[in-house]
């Protein structure tokens, strides 16, 4: 029996520390931007939810917040240099830590979300600095460059990715023609592997990581394809052709029963892929024109794709199956949405924030207030976390109460 109970005790003390050192991921723990929580206010009062408290002190950027070890990380930049910045869970500031010079040219600022894996913080800046931080001090593990390094190239807004860790690999896109895409040992920052993909730029696009049959698959948009590599070995098996104007593809795909929903704007719009059951090829189901959202991301919820479009600058829901629009709305500006308790939130470019039921025919807008803190644009996915909802918008954090 007492070998019995220590057998029990060590396998529970290995689950909680497999649990903790689960990676963080951008747009929620499945990067869907869907929230697990419940429980959600399903009404907000008329002046909006209650504002718990608000950091000003972040530097210029667009990183969403991530949480892990009971912390809130973001990234900014002070002067050129790039910062993380970790945060008590009431909003004050624990530490700050410099990872290199920042992108300060055409919209100025961190691009990535820091990332934590149990004890380390990743973070990818726009001129290709890849840092590992230790996350209780945000002193420097290693650090690469994809461009020095790895021959990577710096497009034209900067490289703005979130790289994406499963157990000891880090995956990130130099987009160079022999290191496109490339897997590290994220504990030495030591090359795993490299894949020379189709040879095209990157495109802003944080990677997706799919479990299908025995395959863990890596899928993600380069400048001109939506590409399918085996994420163990860095084997190009599919690509899809998905270009735009300018070669800008920031949403990382959605996927549901073998199926992946790719989208882009300035017309482009989405395409729904069917993949193969062992991955290793795709074939087209549908496209929608008019659901060409640029940065601001889709949800799924009960079969239906939610999200605003670019040219089609109104709020859409987009049947899963057949890819027909069942409605839209045009009364706040198109912006990000993420999703919890089957209920939406919109944060538009001009500042907007709501909540929102997606009806048989129609949204139903519960509430919604306005972002006047904060600098630049409105371009950071909000995240939920214990019953708040935290928007960023340029150097100020705001969290508010939304349970």
């Not at 380069?222 to 163990?232: K, R, S, Y």
């Not at 593809?249 to 549901?256: A, F």
């Not at 794709?305 to 409605?327: A, F, H, L, P, V």
């Amino acid at each position: 029996m007492k070998a019995l109970f220590v057998c029990l005790v060590a396998i529970l003390a290995i689950i909680q520390v497999s649990e903790a050192q689960a990676p963080t991921r951008w747009r929620g723990p499945n990067g869907n931007g869907t929230y697990s929580e419940t429980g959600l206010l399903k009404q907000w009062p008329a002046s909006g939810p209650e504002l718990l408290w608000s950091y000003t002190k972040l530097g210029s950027g667009y990183s969403s917040p991530a949480f892990a070890n009971n912390f809130i990380y973001l990234s900014g930049m002070e002067g050129s240099s790039g910062m993380v910045y970790c945060l008590t869970d009431n909003g004050t500031l624990k530490w700050k830590s410099a990872y290199g010079k920042e992108w300060d040219s055409s919209y100025p600022g961190s691009r990535a979300t820091p990332v934590i894996a149990g004890d380390h913080i990743y973070i990818l800046s726009g001129l290709g600095d890849l840092v590992c931080l230790q996350a209780a001090t945000g002193n420097v593990v290693w650090k690469k460059n994809l461009v020095s390094d790895f021959g990577g190239i710096i497009i034209e807004w900067g490289l703005n990715e979130t790289v994406v860790i499963q157990d000891n690999k880090l995956y990130c896109t130099p987009g160079s023609s022999t290191h496109n895409l490339i897997a590290l040992d994220r504990f030495t920052g030591n090359l795993l592997w490299s894949s020379k993909g189709m040879g095209e730029k990157s495109a802003y696009c944080t990677p997706l990581l799919v479990k299908t049959g025995n395959r863990n698959l890596l899928v993600t948009h380069m400048a001109g394809h939506v590409i399918g590599l085996d994420a163990d070995k860095g084997t190009l098996l599919w690509n899809y052709p998905h270009p735009n104007r300018w070669s800008v593809h920031p949403n990382t795909p959605l996927y549901s029963d073998n199926q992946l929903f790719c989208f882009s704007g300035y017309g482009q719009g989405g395409v729904m892929l069917r993949l193969s059951a062992d991955g290793s090829s795709v074939t087209k189901l549908w496209s929608s024109s008019t659901f060409d959202s640029r940065t601001g991301g889709a949800v799924l919820l009960k079969g239906k794709i939610y999200g605003s479009g670019d040219n089609t600058r109104d709020w859409q829901c987009i049947d899963w199956i057949t890819g027909k629009t069942d409605y839209s709305f045009k009364g706040i500006g198109n912006g990000v949405t993420i999703a919890a308790d089957d209920l939406l939130y919109w944060y538009s470019q001009r500042g907007e924030l709501a909540l929102v039921k997606p009806g048989a025919s129609s949204f139903d807008i519960l509430g919604q207030t306005k972002i006047t803190e904060g600098t630049g644009e409105h371009w950071a996915h909000p995240v939920i976390d214990k019953g708040r909802l935290f928007v960023r918008h340029g150097n100020t954090l705001l969290a508010y109460k939304v349970k």
